[in-house]
Structures are given as C-alpha cells and as structure tokens.
C-alpha cells in the first residue's frame, strides 16, 4: 500500500505545519484508517467525530487522490481477461479491474488505474492528449503530483458552457497542475451549429494551433459513452434533440464526441460533421493511446472502439471485458 499522506511514514502519524486544522484532521483519519488498522468507531472516539462523519473523510480521501492503494498480488482471472482482450484486439497493455457494486464507484476504480498505466507512460518533453468525464478526472487524481515542466497537455475536444468537475477544461487543468506542464485548450463548444460554423472556427489561429497540437500527441487518454443517461454528452440539450435520429441511424455511443455504430464505424449524421475534436481516425494514430471505459452499459462501445483499432491500450472492468469478448469480433472496413 502507498503511503497515504505525503510526508508520513509507517510509524508516526502525519504532521503537517502549514496545514489547516480541517487538513490535519483528514490526515489524521486516514492514517489511523489505512496504516493504524483502527475502526472508523475507534478513530471517531480518539478525534472526537461521528462515525458517519469518519466514514465521509475516508470517502472523499479514495476520491481525491489522498490515498492511493497498491494489491500487489494478481488476480488471476484478471489477468487471464487482460491477456485475451489483449490478443484479440492486439492491445499493447490491458488493465482489467474486479467489478465493484455501484455505477461512480466502478468508474472511480477504472480511473485510479488507468491514471496508473498513464503514469508509466509518461515523460518529461511529452504532449499528453487528454478527454472528458467522471473516469478520467478520476485518473487524474489518482496520478498524484510529478514534476514535468517541458510536457503540455492538450485538450482533445471541444467542452460544455457548464462546470461539472469532468468537462474537458477541467480536467485538462487538473492534469497540467498535476505535472506541472503547459495547458492548451480547445476552447470551443464539442457540437457546432454546423459544419460550415465549425470549420469558420477553425480559421482561428488559437483553434487551429490547438487541433494541430492535438494530432501531434504523444500520449493520449480518452473515454467513451453510451447513449444512457450515464453518459454526460447525452444528457445535452443537443445530444437529447438528436436522440431518436442517432439511434435510428445506429448509434451505439461516442469516441470524443464522434457517435459510432455496432462496428465502429462513424455513423451518417450531421453532428459528426459539427463535432470540434480529433476524429476517430486521428487518434488511431497517436502512439500510445489508453481507452479507460467500464461497466456493462458500455461494453457495446468499447468493442466498437477496440474493433475500430482505435486505441492501442485498454482499462476496464471485468464484467465489462467479459461481455466484449463475448461479442463478435468485426474489423471496421
């Protein structure tokens, strides 16, 4: 297990001069909790807090990144998956993960190890691509801060007019500040009114530097989404206006952004045409890209994507890898 406070050892609890008193509190309770072995009731005699309030601490420290916990031990049938997805669909690298209870949580534990794998993959000097939602803000915060100050990360996709704490700005943000790189944004809405609009945008220079950029990655980590009301881009309003014609065109869910069918192939409909990311096909190209997706709802999409080639490394869940294995495997022409 990693050390859950910076700055703490095995033997003593966390100090922390500088410090506030919240901040000495939560560290405190995580230490007590991953290195002390107390109970969340012990903890809360000693500090003098509620159980359910112990418990909410404990929470958030797995959310935030606080914590970080190592198994070093493999799980067998794991890894048996993560070599079958591997040599079915000619992956460089698959972390599959055990399936946990409850829809956050299983994204929360496919980010905290693709933000594992992105971290191996990582150097100073480097252009890091990065996408959108719950997953991969979860990887980033699990990366923990570095110090790369000649990389830049690059937005692959245009964003909302909303802050959720997942929208492409944020988390490419929080993915700068984490290694201490440069940040370019594709500062544009993911959907154009039109092809005409979004091509007018792209004569910016700011934008147009920005999409180059974004095709030049070195290191690129995306998710995908359903066509659910777990998915962020389909709750939109121009998402949910379209709903029934991307489905009637066979729509299966979205690659940054770009709505793909059963065999991954980009669907025939205009808001493909308007979308402000890089494309499917582009990102084919990026030498080491991570799709970091999970749950049965979106197994349909990961293997569109995965029998698309677009992507060379996989995070998943098992339920997820077991599903897409029992799919037929198809090449997208």
């Given at each position: 297990m990693n050390d859950p406070v910076a700055g703490t050892t095995m033997t003593d609890p966390p100090r922390a001069a500088q410090r506030s008193s919240g901040d000495e509190v939560a560290a405190r309770v995580v230490w007590y909790y991953y290195v002390g072995n107390l109970t969340q009731q012990e903890i809360g005699d000693r500090l003098g807090l509620t159980r359910l309030r112990v418990n909410k601490i404990i929470g958030q420290a797995r959310v935030d990144g606080s914590v970080r916990i190592e198994v070093r031990l493999p799980l067998a049938s794991c890894v048996a998956l993560e070599e079958e997805l591997a040599a079915r669909y000619r992956l460089a690298e698959v972390a599959v993960v055990p399936a946990v209870p409850g829809y956050e949580d299983q994204q929360r534990v496919i980010g905290e190890a693709a933000g594992t794998m992105l971290s191996r993959l990582l150097g100073d000097g480097q252009s890091i691509g990065i996408g959108w939602g719950r997953t991969l803000s979860a990887s980033v915060a699990s990366l923990g801060p570095r110090r790369l100050p000649a990389s830049r990360v690059v937005s692959l996709m245009g964003g909302l007019t909303r802050g959720s704490g997942t929208n492409t700005f944020e988390v490419a943000t929080r993915l700068a500040e984490a290694i201490g790189g440069e940040c370019h944004y594709l500062a544009a809405p993911i959907y154009c009114p039109?092809?005409?609009?979004?091509?007018?945008?792209?004569?910016?220079?700011?934008?147009?530097?920005?999409?180059?950029?974004?095709?030049?990655?070195?290191?690129?980590?995306?998710?995908?989404?359903?066509?659910?009301?777990?998915?962020?881009?389909?709750?939109?309003?121009?998402?949910?206006?379209?709903?029934?014609?991307?489905?009637?065109?066979?729509?299966?869910?979205?690659?940054?952004?770009?709505?793909?069918?059963?065999?991954?192939?980009?669907?025939?409909?205009?808001?493909?045409?308007?979308?402000?990311?890089?494309?499917?096909?582009?990102?084919?190209?990026?030498?080491?890209?991570?799709?970091?997706?999970?749950?049965?709802?979106?197994?349909?999409?990961?293997?569109?994507?995965?029998?698309?080639?677009?992507?060379n490394r996989l995070v998943t869940d098992e339920d997820c890898a077991r599903a897409i294995l029992g799919m037929p495997l198809e090449k997208v022409p």
């Amino acid at each position: 297990m990693n050390d859950p406070v910076a700055g703490t050892t095995m033997t003593d609890p966390p100090r922390a001069a500088q410090r506030s008193s919240g901040d000495e509190v939560a560290a405190r309770v995580v230490w007590y909790y991953y290195v002390g072995n107390l109970t969340q009731q012990e903890i809360g005699d000693r500090l003098g807090l509620t159980r359910l309030r112990v418990n909410k601490i404990i929470g958030q420290a797995r959310v935030d990144g606080s914590v970080r916990i190592e198994v070093r031990l493999p799980l067998a049938s794991c890894v048996a998956l993560e070599e079958e997805l591997a040599a079915r669909y000619r992956l460089a690298e698959v972390a599959v993960v055990p399936a946990v209870p409850g829809y956050e949580d299983q994204q929360r534990v496919i980010g905290e190890a693709a933000g594992t794998m992105l971290s191996r993959l990582l150097g100073d000097g480097q252009s890091i691509g990065i996408g959108w939602g719950r997953t991969l803000s979860a990887s980033v915060a699990s990366l923990g801060p570095r110090r790369l100050p000649a990389s830049r990360v690059v937005s692959l996709m245009g964003g909302l007019t909303r802050g959720s704490g997942t929208n492409t700005f944020e988390v490419a943000t929080r993915l700068a500040e984490a290694i201490g790189g440069e940040c370019h944004y594709l500062a544009a809405p993911i959907y154009c009114p039109s092809e005409h609009s979004r091509n007018d945008l792209l004569t910016h220079y700011g934008l147009a530097d920005v999409m180059r950029r974004a095709r030049e990655v070195d290191v690129a980590l995306v998710s995908c989404g359903d066509v659910s009301s777990h998915s962020l881009l389909a709750t939109t309003q121009t998402v949910r206006q379209h709903q029934q014609a991307l489905e009637a065109a066979g729509t299966i869910g979205d690659l940054l952004g770009t709505f793909l069918d059963a065999h991954g192939r980009p669907i025939a409909h205009h808001l493909n045409q308007c979308v402000m990311a890089l494309s499917p096909q582009e990102l084919k190209v990026v030498p080491r890209s991570i799709l970091a997706s999970g749950g049965l709802n979106k197994a349909p999409v990961v293997h569109a994507i995965l029998s698309g080639g677009y992507v060379n490394r996989l995070v998943t869940d098992e339920d997820c890898a077991r599903a897409i294995l029992g799919m037929p495997l198809e090449k997208v022409p």
